[in-house]
């Protein structure tokens, strides 16, 4: 197909109406959603202080640590909690791309604005697989320092929200930054290469005030959110559609929920195991980096990837083909 023709991942923001005014109302939009999200957890936490229930250095050390526990609440409340501001998110950024760039939210994952839901199981499925994979070093060198704490009911409530709430939770962020922000910026520097970095630099920024950057250092963990971001943003432009990303977010959140969670973690669960030692986080920056390249050349063979698409311009299809 001739590049003018081209319809393809970022070719779908000119599906819409793309002045600068807009972007920043649809921003505004998605920040009141959050917020607006963030008010059943808000009257929780006032229930909770009027109450004695907690003091406010139970606030503050909340603050340090995103620990729901010292609050007084269950944590999978508190991880539904959590999640709510990002469901509501996501409904004000898809209503902001309907109704303010005035096109389909579906666009946001691919030019035809349909989901292939087998490239998102096969992201889902292969990138979980390769995190049991890397697991196992750890596991075979520190048995001992993985805590057990298998709890029927509590687990089967966590499952639950695991495999309905959370997938909003990833999905927003997917949205957000490679659909939304990196069709964006698409626009304004013509090329797929700038888009990828500058989405992933500000996928890491906003991942500063997670409790992980306070314990185990900015570097560190600035580090491995940037790499997810570059991750997840080349898959997006290698196959031209936001589907796998999609597989591999929910995978990566829902392995940390679900099965194995960490003294200082962002998510606190009733997972299956608690790692009880430090976390070795250069180790999981080495280890993320090689499983994003062995999902890359598997994915690259089944789906036939031309890497040279990264460098590419981006260009106006010839007609105005609406989805």
Known sequence: ME?????????????GDNQFWRYLVVLLLVIVGYF???VPFLLVTVY????????????????ETADMGVLGLDYNLGLFLLLLAFAVGLVFLSLGVEFVHRRSWRT??????????????YGFSLW?????????????????????QFEPLRFFVLLLIALSVLPLQTTMEEFFFRGWLMQGFGLVFGARIFPLLMSSLLFGLVHMANPEVVNYGLVNMMTYYIMAGL??????????SLDLALGVHFATNFYAAVFVTYEHAALKTWSLFR??????????NIAFFVLALVFILLASKKFNWDFNIVFQKVVKPNDDEQV
């Open 231 to 240: 991750f997840l943003g080349l898959i997006t432009i290698l196959d031209d």
């Open 108 to 121: 946001l994952v691919n030019y035809s604005g349909r989901f292939n839901f087998s490239k998102i199981l």
């Open 275 to 284: 790692y009880t030692e430090e976390l070795n986080v250069g180790a999981m």
């Open 3 to 15: 590049k003018e023709n081209r319809r393809g991942f970022f070719e779908a923001a000119y599906l």
């Open 128 to 148: 979980l697989f390769l995190a049991f994979l890397a697991e196992v070093p750890f596991l075979v060198m520190h048995w001992d320092a993985y805590e057990f």
């Open 36 to 38: 607006i999200g963030q």
């Open 48 to 63: 909770q202080t009027t109450t004695g229930a907690i003091d406010t250095d139970a606030l503050q050390q909340f603050q």
